[in-house]
């Protein structure tokens, strides 16, 4: 039997060609998937920043390039009461609508924990008032608080006989002030509630079962192992929340328009008032401009809160 | 130090019911092990006991007081969960001073309490550290160090030591049981783990579907048991269960293979209707010469024994030799059960007979 020696044969090498070249180089690679990224972000957030701060340096109006002109608009703010009214008003309604939001989000949450009848329609219904487009509730709200066609009004002084005067909700500077509190509380709500209950929900029962033999009280379970629990995830809401009241807009404009007298501006508010209905561009990007630091202040507080908890670290041996 | 009794509970979820009458005497200081298949109900019964889970009927008592209505934390009980339930939170030692400072107890008891339990699980070197920075067996004691705290009157486990791997397993189970001798406090456990059930236990209460098949010491469960169930379920590799008949003095199964009767049974006392002969694997013996031919067909040599799967008739058996047998698949070797191991179960009610 002779043995046929197979004929040596290798698949043909091909040289790759330049395009192949090109798409295995990595310099190329890191520029071409970057770019598209990179791009958006230079567009779309660095460049409006960017053009925000160096307007608030110049004199630009509507209709006229401006001017560098320095620290000149910040200085005119400094000594303007409006703007510390709305510096002022900001923080306050960051802070209260916070607290606000917070304290029932939280009672919402630990209320959708529990086993209820209709659960998921409950938790349907309770993020109606955050997918609604926020001018609509902004003008319900206005409604609402409409001095003669308010059904608050209505109710308490028609129907209850509560009251024989209809009340003025937007009419002078306090009421008008926590009337907005309560409409951006209403929307708030079920954001805070729905991350609330995601966290509520990462804590294992069996850790209630310990705590209840332990001998705890059902206040002890909330605040000894509920709330500790719940800090990660109530830190990075609240940082979310701080920033999305702080920069509000929609709700005061659709409602009171900064009114009356100026007193329910919020810095967002002011700077469009100013910068586009009052054409002094510069000036309403010096006052965007000013929401920056209590941005970054709100930035830290969660870098710095939310770094990982010592309880959090070391390995898992799940 | 207490006695817990479990009489005639029953447990229904919706209009499901679970434990269908289910009645334990645990006497003070025994180790009791609920051991079933999963869904048995052992579990459920366990957190009745701990107040987890209210009882639909019957009564439970601990220490002769009936705790039906009493909360968990006025039980007197400390448990053990399967995944630990450690605070994530808190250290070791807060962890394990965690009933102590929600019943308000100085700083100096907390530290000796927490001293103590630590010291028994030799936890020491690890009470400030976290329940993620530990290992599985380590949280394991530092959930029993939780229990040990409470100075309980009885210790509820409830299958701890399933998340853990095969070696600390076993080496888990040593410890929780010479703990127990050590503390002498009465402890209820349940697992689904035989082996576990057999090893540690004082009593072990067999569960299926929610009634309880049979109460016994370990190796009465074994020597003796009860039905079907138990039998099968006792005993690793499983018991081999052969159906037949008695006919002239021998158990014959359908295929016409005689095998010997226990003594007891003799022809004057035997049954007439289809039976189960029962032979655990182990109590198979060579014979060359009288035993009943059985056909090789796996050999899995474990080092101190050699199981082989047997073909024999129309029945597959399995036995067990400490002798390492050298046979191969395909072989014919003499078996033949020790009659006085045997086992007479009928068919159509389980029990022994």
Same mark, same amino acid.
């Given at each position: 039997?002779?043995?046929?020696?197979?004929?040596?044969?290798?698949?043909?090498?091909?040289?790759?060609?330049?395009?192949?070249?090109?798409?295995?180089?990595?310099?190329?690679?890191?520029?071409?998937?970057?770019?598209?990224?990179?791009?958006?972000?230079?567009?779309?957030?660095?460049?409006?920043?960017?053009?925000?701060?160096?307007?608030?340096?110049?004199?630009?109006?509507?209709?006229?390039?401006?001017?560098?002109?320095?620290?000149?608009?910040?200085?005119?703010?400094?000594?303007?009461?409006?703007?510390?009214?709305?510096?002022?008003?900001?923080?306050?309604?960051?802070?209260? !609508?916070?607290?606000?939001?917070?304290?029932?989000?939280?009672?919402? !949450?630990?209320?959708?924990?529990?086993?209820?009848?209709?659960?998921?329609?409950?938790?349907?219904i309770?993020l109606l008032p955050w997918i609604v487009p926020t001018v609509l509730s902004a003008i319900a709200f206005w409604w609402i608080y409409d001095?003669?066609?308010?059904i608050?009004?209505?109710?308490?002084?028609?129907?209850?006989?509560?009251?024989?005067?209809?009340?003025?909700?937007?009419?002078?500077?306090?009421? !008008?002030?926590?009337?907005l509190?309560?409409a951006n509380?209403w929307r708030g709500?079920p954001?805070?509630?729905?991350?609330?209950?995601?966290?509520?929900?990462?804590?294992?029962?069996?850790?209630?079962?310990?705590?209840?033999?332990?001998?705890?009280?059902?206040?002890?379970?909330?605040?000894?192992?509920?709330?500790?629990?719940?800090?990660?995830?109530?830190?990075?809401?609240?940082?979310?929340?701080?920033?999305?009241?702080?920069?509000d807009f929609q709700l005061v404009y659709a409602i009171t328009?900064?009114?009356?007298?100026?007193?329910?501006?919020?810095?967002?508010?002011?700077?469009?008032?100013?910068?586009?209905?009052?054409?002094?561009?510069?000036?309403?990007?010096?006052?965007?401009?000013?929401?920056?630091?209590?941005?970054?202040?709100?930035?830290?507080?969660?870098?710095?809160?939310?770094?990982?908890?010592?309880?959090?670290?070391?390995?898992?041996?799940? | 130090?207490?006695?817990?009794?479990? +009489?005639?509970? /029953?447990?229904?979820?919706?209009?499901?019911?679970?434990?269908?009458?289910?009645?334990?005497?645990?006497?003070?200081?025994?180790?009791?092990?609920?051991?079933?298949?999963?869904?048995?109900? =052992?579990?459920?019964?366990? +957190?009745? %006991?701990?107040?987890?889970?209210?009882?639909?009927?019957?009564?439970?008592?601990?220490?002769? +007081?009936?705790?039906?209505?009493?909360?968990? =934390?006025?039980?007197?009980?400390?448990?053990?969960?399967?995944?630990?339930?450690?605070?994530?939170? @808190?250290?070791?030692?807060?962890?394990? *001073?965690?009933?102590?400072?929600?019943?308000?107890?100085?700083?100096?008891?907390?530290?000796?309490? #927490?001293?103590?339990?630590?010291?028994?699980?030799?936890?020491?070197?690890?009470?400030? &550290?976290?329940?993620?920075?530990?290992? *599985?067996?380590?949280?394991? /004691?530092?959930? @029993?160090?939780?229990?040990?705290?409470?100075?309980?009157?009885?210790?509820?486990?409830?299958?701890?030591?399933?998340?853990?791997?095969? =070696?600390?397993?076993?080496?888990?189970?040593?410890?929780?049981?010479?703990?127990?001798?050590?503390?002498?406090?009465?402890?209820?456990?349940?697992?689904?783990?035989?082996?576990?059930?057999?090893?540690?236990?004082?009593?072990?209460?067999?569960?299926?579907?929610?009634?309880?098949?049979?109460?016994?010491?370990?190796?009465?469960?074994?020597?003796?048991?009860?039905?079907?169930?138990?039998? $099968?379920? %006792?005993?690793?590799?499983? @018991?081999?269960?052969?159906?037949?008949?008695?006919?002239?003095?021998?158990?014959?199964?359908?295929?016409?293979?005689?095998?010997?009767?226990?003594?007891?049974?003799?022809?004057?006392?035997?049954?007439?209707?289809?039976?189960?002969?029962? #032979?655990?694997?182990?109590?198979? /013996?060579?014979?060359?010469?009288?035993?009943?031919?059985?056909?090789?067909?796996?050999?899995?040599?474990?080092?101190?024994?050699?199981?082989?799967?047997?073909?024999?008739?129309?029945?597959?058996?399995?036995?067990?030799? &400490?002798?390492?047998? $050298?046979?191969?698949?395909?072989? #014919?070797?003499?078996?033949?059960?020790?009659?006085?191991?045997?086992?007479?179960?009928?068919?159509?009610? *389980? +029990?022994?007979?």
């Amino acid at each position: 039997m002779s043995v046929t020696a197979a004929p040596s044969w290798s698949r043909a090498r091909q040289e790759p060609g330049w395009l192949a070249r090109v798409f295995d180089s990595k310099p190329f690679l890191i520029v071409a998937c970057l770019f598209p990224a990179v791009g958006l972000l230079m567009v779309f957030l660095t460049y409006p920043l960017g053009l925000g701060i160096w307007l608030a340096f110049t004199d630009t109006r509507i209709g006229r390039s401006g001017q560098w002109v320095g620290l000149e608009n910040f200085e005119y703010l400094m000594g303007d009461p409006t703007f510390w009214t709305a510096v002022f008003y900001s923080v306050f309604y960051t802070a209260v !609508a916070t607290v606000g939001k917070f304290a029932l989000g939280l009672w919402l !949450a630990l209320l959708l924990n529990n086993h209820l009848p209709f659960k998921s329609l409950i938790r349907a219904i309770i993020l109606l008032p955050w997918i609604v487009p926020t001018v609509l509730s902004a003008i319900a709200f206005w409604w609402i608080y409409d001095p003669q066609f308010s059904i608050i009004s209505y109710v308490f002084v028609d129907v209850l006989g509560l009251r024989d005067r209809y009340f003025d909700f937007l009419g002078s500077a306090w009421p !008008a002030r926590f009337s907005l509190i309560a409409a951006n509380i209403w929307r708030g709500i079920p954001f805070v509630a729905i991350c609330l209950l995601a966290g509520l929900q990462t804590i294992s029962p069996s850790l209630y079962e310990a705590a209840l033999l332990d001998g705890a009280t059902p206040w002890q379970r909330f605040t000894r192992i509920t709330v500790p629990l719940l800090m990660p995830i109530l830190a990075i809401v609240m940082t979310f929340s701080i920033i999305f009241t702080f920069t509000d807009f929609q709700l005061v404009y659709a409602i009171t328009r900064g009114g009356p007298v100026n007193s329910t501006h919020l810095m967002a508010t002011l700077a469009f008032q100013r910068g586009i209905a009052g054409q002094e561009l510069a000036e309403g990007a010096a006052i965007a401009v000013a929401m920056i630091p209590f941005l970054v202040f709100a930035t830290l507080f969660s870098y710095f809160a939310l770094a990982r908890r010592k309880w959090q670290q070391g390995e898992s041996n799940d | 130090m207490a006695s817990v009794s479990v +009489r005639n509970v /029953r447990k229904s979820f919706g209009s499901t019911e679970v434990l269908h009458g289910v009645s334990v005497e645990i006497a003070d200081g025994e180790f009791v092990v609920l051991v079933g298949p999963s869904g048995c109900g =052992k579990s459920t019964l366990l +957190r009745m %006991i701990a107040g987890l889970e209210n009882i639909t009927s019957g009564e439970i008592a601990i220490g002769g +007081r009936v705790v039906n209505n009493v909360p968990p =934390k006025d039980r007197d009980i400390a448990m053990v969960f399967q995944n630990y339930a450690l605070y994530p939170h @808190m250290t070791v030692r807060d962890n394990m *001073g965690f009933s102590l400072s929600l019943a308000k107890a100085p700083r100096e008891v907390i530290e000796a309490e #927490v001293g103590r339990a630590a010291r028994i699980l030799g936890l020491e070197g690890l009470l400030h &550290r976290y329940p993620r920075q530990l290992s *599985g067996g380590q949280r394991q /004691r530092v959930a @029993m160090g939780r229990a040990i705290v409470r100075n309980p009157q009885v210790f509820l486990f409830d299958e701890p030591l399933s998340n853990l791997d095969a =070696k600390l397993r076993v080496q888990m189970r040593a410890e929780i049981r010479e703990l127990q001798l050590r503390l002498n406090t009465t402890t209820v456990y349940v697992t689904h783990d035989q082996i576990e059930a057999m090893t540690m236990a004082d009593k072990i209460v067999v569960m299926n579907s929610g009634n309880v098949e049979q109460i016994g010491p370990p190796l009465e469960l074994y020597d003796r048991p009860a039905n079907l169930f138990v039998a $099968g379920f %006792i005993g690793s590799p499983a @018991m081999n269960m052969i159906e037949g008949r008695i006919e002239g003095g021998a158990f014959r199964s359908p295929d016409g293979t005689a095998w010997p009767l226990p003594p007891a049974n003799g022809p004057g006392a035997a049954p007439a209707g289809p039976l189960i002969y029962g #032979v655990r694997p182990e109590h198979f /013996r060579l014979a060359p010469g009288e035993g009943i031919p059985a056909t090789v067909q796996v050999v899995e040599p474990t080092g101190s024994e050699t199981q082989v799967l047997l073909r024999v008739g129309g029945a597959s058996v399995v036995g067990a030799f &400490r002798e390492r047998i $050298g046979t191969k698949p395909g072989e #014919v070797l003499p078996v033949l059960p020790d009659p006085a191991l045997v086992h007479l179960f009928d068919r159509e009610t *389980g +029990r022994r007979l």
